[in-house]
């Protein structure tokens, strides 16, 4: 996520509320300057450009205001993100059909959040804007396990590992019984170098296994999250509960890099959310375990 974040000071000026003050001013000061000449018209110019002037130098430092830009900001950096890792899924799965199981239940989890949106924009059962956010990075981390997992079958497919393995018991057979003149050195390497090439294969392996697992297990929790927040009563804070329970939610931090790492040596470019250690500090207590304990 390298965009840049934005100016506030650009986004009064170029907000719609100041282009429709513009543009108010200019039709007031076109009315004006027919019967009083262009130097009464400008008046409404020249007042508009001083309250631009007063807008810019304050309106910028108003929390309310940052937050709101800043909201607008995180929503275009997520969409990218989400509109470039389902291109490279396109483009990964080639002229295959997207598995309609891993979509069906992206869109489930999609829905899931744009709801709880909807009820952080109500204030109803006082749900933090901030807090769903966290959730919707959570589908995107879906999106790039999904990516990574296509990226292991490419790589996968690329190395015959039978017919490494078979190479490098040939070499093991020579290096034991050399012929004269061989270079013994060249054969060395020529063994370490394939036996690092099953080495990676089988360290890919695990880590798929690894993100198997949390692919399949992340739409369950999210649900289980859904469904105790739509369920609390509306007096209920929301807030520690639910971190808690991204915190669980969240991949672990070294899958969590090894995922990254593997789509950025894949992908060069892709977008991904940004690493949960950073964003918050992680919880072990699910919401589920919670309110099934309290």
């Known amino acids: ?16 509320t100041n282009l429709y003050a513009f543009l108010g001013s200019l039709a007031v000061g076109a009315v004006l300057s027919i019967p009083f000449g262009f130097g009464v018209g400008a008046v409404p110019l020249i007042a508009f450009a001083a309250g631009d002037i007063l807008a810019a130098l304050h309106i910028p430092s108003l929390p309310t205001f940052r937050e709101k830009v800043d909201r607008r900001w995180r929503a275009r950096v997520r969409q990218a993100s989400r509109e470039q890792l389902m291109m490279e899924i396109q483009k990964r799965s080639g002229k295959r059909t997207l598995p309609s199981a891993n979509l069906r239940t992206y869109q ?24 769903v956010e966290q959730l919707d990075d959570v589908t995107l981390e879906y999106l790039a396990l999904w990516l990574a997992l296509l990226v292991m079958d490419d790589r ?12 490098v018991t040939a070499l093991e057979r020579e ?17 370490a170098d394939y036996a690092a090439i099953i080495e990676r294969h089988n360290r890919m392996l695990s880590r798929r296994r690894a993100l198997e697992a949390a692919m399949l297990s992340m739409p369950d929790q999210l649900d289980e999250i859904y469904q105790t927040i739509m369920t609390l009563p ?24 090894d995922l990254a790492s593997d789509l950025a040596d894949a992908v060069p470019g892709v977008a ?18 919670s309110s099934r304990v309290g």
């Open 234 to 257: 509306v007096t209920e804070d929301v807030g520690t509960r639910l971190e808690e329970a991204i915190g669980k939610l969240r991949l672990q931090e070294d899958i969590e890099a």
């Open 108 to 131: 489930r989890m999609y829905e899931r959040v744009q709801s709880l949106y909807q009820r952080a924009d109500t204030g109803h059962g006082r749900l933090a804007y901030r807090d």
């Open 156 to 167: 996968a497919e690329s190395v015959n590992l039978r017919e490494v393995e078979l190479k």
């Open 272 to 289: 991904m959310p940004a690493p949960a250690a950073v964003a918050r500090q992680r919880r072990l207590v699910a919401v589920g375990s």
């Open 175 to 191: 290096l034991a019984d050399p012929r004269p003149g061989t270079d013994l050195r060249q054969l060395q390497k020529a063994r």
């Open 1 to 16: 996520m390298g965009e840049e974040k934005p100016s506030y000071v650009r986004e009064v000026l170029t907000s719609q």
